[in-house]
């Protein structure tokens, strides 16, 4: 395991000029131990690695921008969904502490995941040294080259302070993340205690447990009950929005006090190479994704 992420890391680090797909190919391999199947993807995988390549919606590119796409959710669904922005900045030390609330969350706009993401619940406890760092890697850092998610690479590179959400009695948000399939939501990712325990599971729209989960490794799902949130058919209805007209998309919500928040659109969840537990599930859910048309020089 750990030669296999030393030689992920070094072909990521060292590969960046060869061309996306032979790069691709390359990096799922080494990532899965499998040869990535282009010309009759089935896999979620492979399909999501088809996605990468072949299907380049310009809209992306803004739908990924977690400062920009805000105006684009506020039109699409409205404003109050909306995590309000304090201030944005070039770099870090264009920031005003001074400025800010107590609380509050630093971001960039191009990062995936938690990368650029730094929470704040005191800013006079906040080490600026640790952020610092932290925000300056990920403004440097580039998805587009790594992963080859081509959405990513015209991203204008900013930092941005939002509202700290409240949450009553937890110290980190529940993240629901809905997947969905040609427009229609699917399954719901629950994960709780990013921070301290994390797990993760999955429910279908009726909030009915689902025997797997994914897609990081080694996670296990929770030993609590989850309850069904009172608004789930509110949120499936904004992912079902938000989702039209893409093959696939992953929507981000956060629900705290019974309010819904918009969190991001991710659509290569985990690059593409994250794996379902039991792994029959990475089939199941690629039959969901309905490729468009598929040219016959595709190897």
């Known amino acids: 395991m750990r030669l296999k992420k030393t030689l992920s890391y070094l072909f990521r680090l060292l590969g960046k000029k060869i061309p996306d797909?032979?790069?691709?190919?390359?990096?799922?391999?080494?990532?899965?131990?499998?040869?990535?199947?282009?010309?009759?993807?089935?896999?979620?995988?492979?399909?999501?690695?088809?996605?990468?390549?072949?299907?380049?919606?310009?809209?992306?590119?803004?739908?990924?921008?977690?400062?920009?796409?805000?105006?684009?959710?506020?039109?699409?669904?409205?404003?109050?969904?909306?995590?309000?922005?304090?201030?944005?900045?070039?770099?870090?030390d264009e920031i005003n502490f001074d400025s800010l609330p107590d609380k509050f969350v630093l971001k960039t706009t191009h990062a995936g995941g938690s990368l650029g993401v730094v929470i704040c619940r005191n800013k006079y406890l906040l080490n600026k040294q640790i952020a610092r760092k932290r925000l300056t890697k990920s403004l440097k850092s580039d998805v587009s080259k790594i992963y080859r998610e081509w959405p990513y690479k015209d991203v204008n590179r900013k930092i941005f302070a939002e509202s700290l959400l409240d949450v009553p009695g937890e110290q980190d948000l529940i993240d629901y993340k809905i997947f969905c399939f040609n427009g229609e939501p699917k399954?719901?990712?629950?994960?709780?205690?990013?921070?301290?325990?994390?797990?993760?599971?999955?429910?279908?729209?009726a909030w009915v447990h689902q025997p797997f989960t994914g897609l990081t490794k080694n996670i296990l799902q929770s030993k609590t009950t989850i309850n069904k949130p009172q608004n789930l058919e509110t949120m499936l209805k904004i992912a079902k929005n938000l989702a039209k007209e893409t093959i696939f998309v992953r929507v981000d919500l956060y629900n705290t006090h019974n309010r819904i928040y918009f969190g991001e659109l991710t659509f290569?969840?985990?690059?593409?190479?994250g794996t379902f537990t039991p792994k029959e599930w990475n089939y199941s859910l690629g039959e969901l994704i309905k490729l468009p048309a598929r040219t016959n020089n595709i190897k």
Do not use: C, H
Not at 268 to 273: D, F, K, R, V
């Open 268 to 273: 290569y969840p985990a690059a593409g190479s």
């Open 187 to 205: 399954y719901i990712q629950v994960i709780k205690d990013r921070n301290t325990n994390e797990t993760i599971d999955f429910f279908d729209t």
């Open 21 to 92: 797909k032979v790069y691709i190919k390359i990096l799922f391999y080494i990532d899965n131990g499998v040869v990535l199947n282009l010309k009759n993807p089935t896999t979620f995988q492979e399909k999501i690695q088809w996605l990468k390549l072949y299907y380049k919606n310009p809209i992306y590119t803004l739908m990924v921008d977690k400062l920009e796409v805000k105006e684009y959710i506020a039109r699409q669904i409205g404003s109050q969904y909306v995590i309000p922005t304090i201030g944005v900045w070039n770099n870090f």
